[in-house]
C-alpha cells in the first residue's frame, strides 16, 4: 500500500443565503460551507476526501483546525490507517492538548469528523467498495473495535454491542437485496418548508414532494405562531392527513415556551417536533416529550457527540434520533450512537441537506438497516435538494428513496472546479462577487 | 467616553509541560496557555484585557476565533458597550453562522469568553472599580439583564432571579465588610498534588500547605489504583483526619469504574470526587453521587455552558459546582450558573489553577457571597501557585484565603515582558527554546 504523502484543507463556501435556502428561526442567513480535506497518497488513483458542513463564518477556523489534525497523517501507510481506523481515530481524539479545547465538542470536534470523513472515504476507496459495503462487509468485532464506546458503558458495554450486530449478521445480504428490490432507503424532503419563501412557492414545492413520492415533509416553525398555523394549514391542505407533517424550530424555545407553542400547533398533527430547545437540554427534552404526546421529540443536528445521545436515550427524552454525519467524529462515533439507538429501541433518521451530508447519510442509513437495527419502521432520512452538483458521486433520490450508492467511497468528493470556484475568500466566486454572479 | 479603536489578540504559552506542572490522569503535558485580547480605545490610560486558557496546542485556534469576534468592537463607544454589557454578549453569541460550530461550547464559546472577559475588565476600570465591585454596585435588574437566561426559565425564571438578588441586597456592604475582616475569600490549594510529583516532593508540598492555614488539599488520581491508595495514604499522613482532602480524576473513567475506584478509596474519606467521568455526562454524575455517597460528587472545570450546569443541578448530579472563568462565556453566563446555583442550594467552589484562572475567580466568589449565595459553607475556591508573576494585579493569597483585590479590572493584565516573551512561535522564549531556557 502507499503512503500518504500530501494533505489540503480548503475553506468552500456557496452563498445561499442569497436565495433564502436553508432559513429558519434560528439561522437565518446561512451561507452552506464545508471544511474540506484531501488525503493524498503516492498512488495518483488513491485518495481520500471528507467534510464537515458549517454555515459561512469561522468555516476558516474549522478549515484550519482540520488541517492541524490532518498532517499527523503525513507519511502514515495507507494500510495501517484503513485497517485500524478505530486506533487513528482514537489517537487524533485524545490529543491531550487539543482536548481541553472540547472536549468532544465544537470546533475540535466537527474538524475531526473532517478528518475521519477523509480517512472512511480513503478506506473504501482502497477497498473498492461503497462506504456502506465496506462496513456491512466488517465482522461484529471489527466494527465494535472501530467504535468509539468510551463513556458509554453504563448504557451499552461492548459485549452487548458485539451481540446486537451478531443477532444482525445472518440477515445482513437478505437486508441488501430487499432495499434493492424497494429502490433504496426510504427519505423526506424539507427543501419546502424553509421559513423565507413566499406561500405560492410554500404551496407549489409542497405538490412537487407529493408528486414525487414523498410521505413525509417537514416546515420550520418558531418565528411567530400565527405564521405557523398559518403555514401548516396550507401545508395539510396540499399534503391531506394522511402524508406526516413534521415541524422544525431550530432550538428557539425556552422548555416551557415549546410546550406552549406546540401545543397550539397539535391540531395540525405534527409527526415530529425537532429541536423544540437547546440541544444539549436533555432533561429539558424529556420533560417536553412528557408534554407534547403523542407528537414525537426529535432531535440531533446540533447533538455534540455520544455521551449527549447516550443520555437523551436514557432519559427517554426522544422519539427520533437525528444524529449529524458531520457533527459527530465520523464512522467510529456514529457506529456507536447507532448500537446505543439500537439498545434503546430508538430509531435513528439522520440530519442531512446542508452541502453533501445527503451524500454521506445515504452510507449511513443503508448501514444501519443491514447491520443494527435491521428495521425501516418509523426510520426516513432527510433530504434536501440543494448543491448536489458539486459531487463527482451525488446521491440518487428517486420516489421519495435514496437508491444505493455503488461507487467506491464515501460519496465525498466534489468536482475540482467547484473547490476553485468557491474556495473562501480566493476563489473564482467570492474573488469578484458582482450582483450577476448573486443571481446566478 | 472614548472609542475602541483597536484590538489585540496574542498566543501566549508558557513551557509548563517541562516541570510536570499540572500532570494529572488526563491531561499528561499541558502548556498552559492564555488566548489573550486587549481592547484598545483611543484614551491611552484605558483598555481592556481579558484571555481564555487553554493547555498548549489549538491556542492558536482560539486566538484566532477570539481575534474575529473582538474586531467587532472596534468604532465602538466605550460608554455603550460597558453600560450595557448584556445587549453586546447576546449580539455576539447569537451571531447566525459562527452559532453552528458550538453552538455554546468549544472554540467559539470559549472565545468569547476571551472578549467578553476584556469587555468586564474594560468595564471596571471605566468605572474604577475590581471587577467585584464593579458587580455588587449593580441593582438586581442591572445584574439580571447583564446575565444569559435563555433557556433557563424551566429552571429559574427572570423573576426568580431577581427575588434572589434582592433578598441579599440589604446585606451586600455588610458582608463585604465581613470578608475584609476574615482576611479574604477562603481557598483550597491544588499545588501539591500533581501526578507527576514524587513521593518526597508530595510530602514537602503537602506540608507546606498544611503550615500555610490551608484546610483543603486536593490530589489527582486515577491513573493506577495502588498508587493512588499509596498517595492518600500519605496525604493523610501528613494532613491528618480533620483537614479536608478531595480527589480529582479528571474524566479518566467511565461511570461504572468510577463507582468501583472511588469505593476503594472511600477509607481515605475524600471530601469529593472531581470530574469522576465525561464532563457532559449528566446523568453519570448523578448515577456515581448516588453510589458513592457520603462522599461528594463536583464537576464544573469542563462544564461547558449554563444549560450544562442547569442540568445537574436539576438532576441532583453534584454537591459541588466548579464552574470554570474562562470556559463559561464570561460574567454574562457566570451569574446565570450562580443564581441557578444559589435557587437549588449547590455550593459553588470554582475551577482555578491553569495560567490567571486564580486573578478571574476571586472577583466571582466575592460577588457569590456578596450578592448571591450570601454563604461560605462548603465553599472553597481553588488555588494553584503557578504564573501569577506574568500578571500586573496577581492574586494575594494568605492563610488560605484570596485577599480582596483593590486595583481597577478583573486582574486579566498581563505584563507586556511576558507578553513578548512567551507569544508562540515568534516571542523570545519558543523562538530561541534550548535547554537553558526550558530549565529556567
Known sequence: MPFIDAVEAHDIRFPTSLSMDGSDAMNKDGDYSAA???LRTEDPELSGFGF???????????????LQRAV???????????????ALYRELQSDSQMRWLGPEKGVVHIALAAVMNAVWDLAARAARKP???LLCDMTP???????????LSDALTREE???????QEPGRAGRVAELEARGGYPCYTTSAGWLGYSDDKLRRLLQEAVDSGYRHVKLKVGADLPEDRRRLAIAREVIGWDAKLMIDANQVWDVPEAIEWVG??????PHWIEEPTSPDDILGHAAIRRAVAPIGVATGEHGMNRVLFKQLLQAEAIDYLQLDSARLASVNEIIAVYLLAAKFGVPVCPHAGGVGLCELVQHLSVFDFVAVSASLDDRVTEYVDHLHEHFTDPCDVRDGNYVLPAKPGYSAEMHQTSIDRYSFPDGGYWSSRTRSDAED
Chains 1, 2 share one sequence.
Not at 74 to 85: A, F, L, S, Y
Not at 141 to 151: I, P, S, T
Not at 161 to 167: S, V
Request: charged fraction near 25%; avoid cysteine.
Open 72 to 86: 499527523q497523517l503525513i507519511g502514515r501507510d495507507v494500510d495501517t490507517v484503513v485497517n485500524d481506523p478505530g
Open 141 to 151: 468485532e471489527q466494527l465494535v473495535d472501530a467504535a468509539d464506546l468510551r463513556y
Open 36 to 38: 474540506y480535506i484531501v
Open 161 to 167: 454491542a458485539l451481540a446486537i450486530l451478531r443477532a
Open 264 to 269: 397550539a400547533l397539535a391540531e395540525f398533527k
Open 52 to 66: 464537515t458542513f458549517t454555515i459561512g463564518r469561522g468555516n476558516d477556523i474549522v478549515t484550519a483546525t482540520a
Open 131 to 133: 462506504l456502506w459495503r
